[in-house]
């Protein structure tokens, strides 16, 4: 059989596929009484009936085995403000929990402080995908804060939304941009809207 870095060049297809920008997220769970967790940026929203998610763990992955052994996780959506943890839930052999902020969900998950957004999930579907297994959610608890930048990955570093002229204030076309939207898109997307909105009805 061919496989693919036969018919493809590894870095090329790497790099190609870096010019897609993605969010980062920490994936994390109580394993044995201690928080465990790890950076991944391979996480999309699925469906809203019943409400799934998915992201990507690399088959590598020392800390994932133990994370799904936890028969649930918390999901950490990243600001922009926290590339620091992300590099330290990125690093191998790190004390990710000891340096940051970090809370226990209804669920009983750990999620860090300051954080966009944040998810309970339990496990729908798991199957192995080449070099990392395809991880379907089932979300059960969520919850998001007003405002807030993700913490954007792209290109093999990361970036902001808007780009900005003098290193750190908004310039008045960033602001124009951020403020129209995209042409002919909702400027938000009904993903939370929605699934808070069903998640508090089923809790009545």
């Known amino acids: 059989m061919t496989t693919v870095t036969e018919l493809l060049d590894a870095a090329e297809f790497r790099a190609v596929l870096g ?24 996480f999309t929203s699925v469906s809203l009936d019943p409400p799934l998610i998915a992201f990507c763990a690399a088959a590598s992955s020392s800390t994932w085995p133990r994370l799904r052994r936890a028969g649930g996780f918390a999901i950490t959506m990243l600001g922009a403000d926290q590339e620091a943890a992300c590099r330290t839930f990125a690093a191998k052999g790190a004390d990710r929990f000891a340096a940051v902020p970090w809370s226990l ?16 999930v339990v496990p ?3 199957q192995e995908a ?12 969520l919850g998001a804060a007003p405002g807030g930048e993700p913490l954007v990955f ?9 780009q900005r002229e003098d290193g750190g204030g908004d310039t008045s076309a960033s602001r124009r941009a951020r403020s129209a939207g995209p042409r002919g898109l909702d400027a938000e997307s009904p993903f939370f809207g929605v699934l808070s909105a069903r998640l508090d009805a089923a809790s009545r």
Do not use: C, I, K, Q
């Open 124 to 126: 729908h579907t798991m």
């Open 130 to 141: 080449g070099d990392h297994e395809l991880v379907l959610g089932r979300v059960t608890h």
């Open 19 to 42: 010019r897609y920008p993605t969010g980062v997220v920490v994936v994390a769970a109580m394993v044995d009484g201690r928080p465990e967790g790890l950076a991944v940026n391979s």
């Open 154 to 162: 792209f290109r093999g570093g990361f970036t902001g939304l808007a």
């Open 105 to 120: 969900t209804p669920a009983g998950h750990p999620v860090l402080d300051g954080a966009p957004a944040w998810l309970d």
